[in-house]
Nanobody, 121 residues
Framework: QVQLVESGGGLVQAGGSLRLSCAAS????????MRWYRQAPGKQRELVAG???????NYADSVKGRFTISSDNAKNTVYLQMNSLNAEDTAVYYC???????????????WGQGTQVTVSS
């Protein structure tokens, strides 16, 4: 019932920056939290950063001080500003949303299709 559209991935040199966006669309959607995960080849998917509807954020230790998550609640969109990128940040980045539907207590979640981030050294 929610579709996530991600954008902003690409190829960047080490030390560079990228900004990822993820827009959630759907009727009667009430978003509780949005998160960014990433999965590098041969590795498990890991949480990168999250933000609640109230603006509380959390980050993986590996990205603290370099990445910033933000959201535009009116647009149901979450952003991930990534600075000082290094080769270890190379991965497919996935958007995740935790949401409900107005008038219902049933929780839902949804994943984006993923966007590739490649950092060249």
């Amino acid at each position: 019932q929610v579709q996530l559209v991600e954008s902003g991935g690409g190829l960047v040199q080490a030390g560079g920056s990228l900004r990822l966006s993820c827009a959630a669309s759907g009727s009667r959607v009430s978003i509780n939290a949005m998160r960014w995960y990433r999965q590098a080849p041969g590795k498990q998917r890991e949480l990168v950063a999250g933000i609640t509807s109230g603006g509380t954020t959390n980050y993986a230790d590996s990205v603290k001080g370099r990445f910033t998550i933000s959201s535009d609640n009116a647009k149901n969109t979450v952003y991930l500003q990534m600075n000082s990128l290094n080769a270890e940040d190379t991965a497919v980045y996935y958007c995740y949303v935790d949401y409900g539907l107005r008038g219902s207590l049933v929780p839902y979640d949804s994943w984006g299709q993923g966007t590739q981030v490649t950092v060249s050294s």
